[in-house]
């Protein structure tokens, strides 16, 4: 606003978009205040998927409180199931086998893998590529395939348990597995032929949607939208949790700030989700995927927990308040994507309309999880 | 990246502003305080069981200064949740900062208010992102952020008379 | 010209007079092989429904890709995934924007009933849609696989046309299959 003086401030128009819009991805509503073409003002108004996730908490045990972490960010749903149980697993002090945690670090690599695919697919979809959404599907649906022959389901996952994962995996899986990521690789650098290097891809994306390292920081901005402003910064290597200081993997950063540097890295991300599936798979252990103490009734001691993990859209935290009854006094959820757009209203002033929606697609929203 | 050089500063930065605006320092075991609400002050945790660092609590006019603080250590706003203690008459406001340029340090900064006048200073002003997170918590507890610019409506309905997430919520 | 007044006279009026119910089979049956049902993602349920449509379960062997973004182009509305007391007016105002003849597919256990979000004390979900919009046909499911959308799709059909145009699988067959 202040951008602009009082009388051209007579000639702007409000514009609403959403919360029924294919851009939005699904049922976002952003109020815009125009000048022409260009944006003065785009206030995102959320609120229409909102499902009392954090009320659920309060009133369910904690063991009825997994399908809710399926069903928050459905796309990386099982990185979800782990924050839930290493927040437990830490009140309770469940020590996890090694076993359960390497198919954890693989399920939820294939999981973060599918995430980046159904984004990358819908990404160019709404900047009018049809076609790689068809190749990405095709592939996410092999992960799907394998997914489910552990889990039983393809989307809201709900795997984990609280001292280990519900099912032991098979060589079936195993074999599956390693067969994908042969057919994966050589498809990215495909991927990259096939768009990146697309010259409207190009104009639609460098140089446009600039989040600074610093505007990251004030707004709690994280996962690729952090690491595309150039900074290093991945709850899996800055703290770590489960089996991931044993594998060997990197955090990839570019520094342009832009959408495409976002795009980039969730690009480069899928590689290194496949080298720690890899590991893992070599690595993993023989034995049991449960804790054998596990308690069935939990009752953690009182006061304040809080865990972190890296999901796909990135930190994904959970705080809960106990008082030490088998329910939460107090849960909160932390989403990513819910920081990651409240930067959207000064990011985007003075902005095109039209590369206001595709810098909203490099944020990749899932409005669910937002609204919680 | 210079996460452990940059550390220990942090740490009596804050422990100085403690002393300096509080005069205790509260070392004591945790047991205690679980109690009755504890006494303001600082605490260093256990991280293996909290998963934070340090846990912090303050007046609800030093919530300002403490974010201050946080901000020129290069910390950065990651939650505000709001915690109804319905039985000690009073709302807990949680403040979640951690360190994203190195390795991980997480600092927890909670206030207590009267539940009949729930009023605290917004920290929207320091951390643009706390403006949705202060939205949300005045919306779903009814806790006033003095000074937050929009306090309207969020996730709910706009026409919706209810605090859903207090203890004593009906519908 | 409403399907329903010409269907009304038929039984009164003798036989020699001209008759539409040759083209008002025609009709529905062109209308059942081309639905285009509208992008109506909530939650997700729209994932699985995206994945029907999309490479695999290709939706448009069955005539109902051509996925609309305005409601005004669109014949089916898709509701998958929860609705919420926010979103129920934006979602009967795009039932109210959809041109006649339309229908409704309720996909999910979160539109049908609301889902695993209904509890005692709940404060935002919308019970069922069918509480406020004439639904057409059931998809059970949380979420429902694109498989049971698509038959959900050919079930719609059905109820239009009167006929199955494809051979109904038993799950017998389906699981050895
Ligand atoms: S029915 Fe299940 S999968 Fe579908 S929207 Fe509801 S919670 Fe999500």
Redesign the pocket.
């Known amino acids: 606003m202040t951008l602009l003086a009082q009388s051209q401030l007579q000639e702007t128009f409000e514009l609403n978009i959403g919360p029924q819009h294919p851009a939005t991805h699904g049922v976002l509503r952003v109020k815009v205040i125009m000048d022409g073409e260009y944006i003065v003002k785009a206030e995102p108004v959320l609120g229409y998927i909102h499902r009392m996730h954090e009320k659920m908490g309060e009133n369910r045990t904690w063991n009825q409180f997994w399908p809710n972490l399926g069903?928050l960010d459905?796309l990386s749903a099982i990185a979800y199931n782990h924050g839930y149980a290493g927040l437990l697993e830490r009140a309770m002090g469940i020590e996890v086998p090694e076993r359960a945690e390497y198919i954890r670090v693989i399920t939820v690599e294939l999981n973060r893998l599918q995430s980046h695919l159904l984004w990358f697919g819908a990404f160019i979809l709404d900047l009018g590529g049809f076609t790689p959404l068809m190749y990405a599907f095709d592939e996410r649906e092999q992960i799907l395939d394998l997914l489910e022959s552990v889990t039983g389901s393809r989307?809201?996952y709900c795997y984990f348990r609280f001292g280990g994962v519900y099912n032991d995996v098979d060589d079936d899986f195993i074999t599956g597995t390693r067969a994908f990521i042969k057919r994966l690789r050589p498809q990215i650098p495909m991927y990259h032929d096939l768009v990146t290097k697309n010259v409207i891809l190009m104009e639609r994306l460098v140089d446009i949607g600039h989040i600074s390292a610093d505007m990251c920081r004030k707004y709690g901005a994280t996962g690729p939208v952090l690491r595309g402003s150039g900074v290093n910064f991945d709850i899996r290597k800055n703290e770590p949790y489960s089996v991931y200081p044993e594998l060997d993997f990197d955090v990839p950063v570019y520094h342009e700030c832009d959408s495409m540097a976002r795009y980039m890295v969730r690009m480069d991300e899928m590689e290194q989700s496949m080298r720690i599936i890899e590991q893992a798979l070599d690595k993993m252990p023989d034995g049991p995927v449960k804790a054998e103490k596990a308690p069935k009734i939990l009752k953690p001691p009182k006061g304040d927990y809080h865990f972190a993990v890296e999901a796909a859209r990135g930190t994904f935290s959970m705080r809960t308040v106990s008082d030490a009854t088998n329910t939460s006094y107090r849960m909160r959820l932390r989403s990513p994507t819910y920081s990651n757009l409240s930067l959207f209203e000064e990011a985007s002033r003075g902005m095109l309309l039209s590369d206001a929606l595709a810098f909203m697609g490099s944020l990749d929203l899932v409005i669910p999880e937002m609204d919680r | 990246m210079l996460a452990s050089e940059g550390l220990p500063p942090q740490k009596e930065v804050v422990e100085e502003v403690q002393a300096a605006e509080e005069g205790e320092v509260d070392p004591k075991a945790k047991k205690k305080e679980e109690e009755k609400p504890r006494e303001n002050g600082l605490l260093e945790t256990d991280y293996a069981k909290r998963g934070f660092h340090l846990d912090v609590q303050v007046n609800p006019d030093q919530v300002v200064r403490s974010a201050e603080i946080l901000d020129s250590e290069g910390m950065t706003m990651e939650m505000v949740t709001g915690v109804d203690w319905l039985k000690d008459g009073q709302f807990e406001i949680v403040y979640d900062y951690s360190f994203t340029g190195g390795e991980l340090f997480r600092v927890v900064v909670r206030c207590r208010v009267d539940r009949e006048k729930p009023d605290v200073p917004t920290i929207s002003e320091v951390f643009g992102g706390a403006n949705w997170h202060e939205r949300e918590t005045w919306e779903l507890f009814g806790i006033n952020f003095v000074g937050h610019p929009q306090l309207e409506r969020f996730l709910l309905p706009d026409d919706c008379d209810y605090y859903p997430l207090r203890k004593d919520f009906k519908l | 010209m409403g399907t329903e007044s010409i269907s009304g006279i038929e039984t009164s009026v003798p036989s020699s007079i001209v008759q539409f119910h040759m083209l008002d089979q025609l009709r529905a049956l062109a209308r059942a092989n081309s639905l285009w049902p509208m992008t109506f993602g909530?939650?997700?349920?729209a994932i699985e429904m995206m994945s029907a449509g999309a490479a695999r379960f290709d939706l448009s062997r069955f005539g109902a890709e051509v996925f609309r973004p305005s409601p005004r182009q669109a014949d089916l509305m898709i509701v998958a995934?929860?609705v919420n007391k926010k979103m129920l007016e934006p979602v009967k105002i795009l039932y109210d924007q959809m041109t006649e003849p339309k229908w409704v597919i309720a996909m999910?256990?979160?539109a049908i009933s609301g889902?695993?979000f209904k509890f005692k004390g709940q404060y935002n979900v919308i019970e069922g849609v069918d509480s406020f919009l004439p639904v057409d046909v059931y998809v059970p499911g949380?979420?429902p696989r694109p498989e049971a959308l698509i038959e959900g799709i050919l079930e719609l059909e059905e109820k239009i046309t009167g006929t199955r145009r494809w051979p109904r699988v038993k799950p017998e067959t389906a699981v050895k299959g």
């Open positions: 069903r459905y989307l809201t | 909530l939650a997700c349920c995934g929860t999910g256990n979160c889902g695993p949380c979420p």
